[in-house]
């Protein structure tokens, strides 16, 4: 019993490396929770504002360019399977 269709086209040689380009999605994970006991402080202040405030301003602001990262190693990927390389 074939457990692939036959649509999905060549399977990869690598496929796990293949998609190494989602651990961009791990990035906020790490930013937002990973991160946070070592980040939890009131001191320093950064413009004015708590050091926490700043970190978690800036994993928003780092959170879009994961996952368009991620996207884009998918459109890649995608593409390689079209043309039938992998």
């Not at 946070?36 to 405030?53: A, E, I, K, S, Y």
């Amino acid at each position: 019993m074939n457990a692939r269709p036959e649509s999905a086209g060549p399977v990869p040689a690598h496929p796990v490396r293949a998609r190494l380009h989602r651990l961009w999605l791990l990035t906020p994970f790490v930013l937002y929770l990973g991160v946070l006991p070592l980040v939890n402080r009131v001191d320093p202040v950064v413009l004015g504002l708590p050091f926490l405030v700043v970190w978690l301003l800036g994993a928003t602001v780092l959170t879009p360019f994961a996952v368009w990262l991620t996207w884009r190693g998918d459109r890649r990927l995608a593409a390689r399977r079209r043309s039938g390389r992998s």
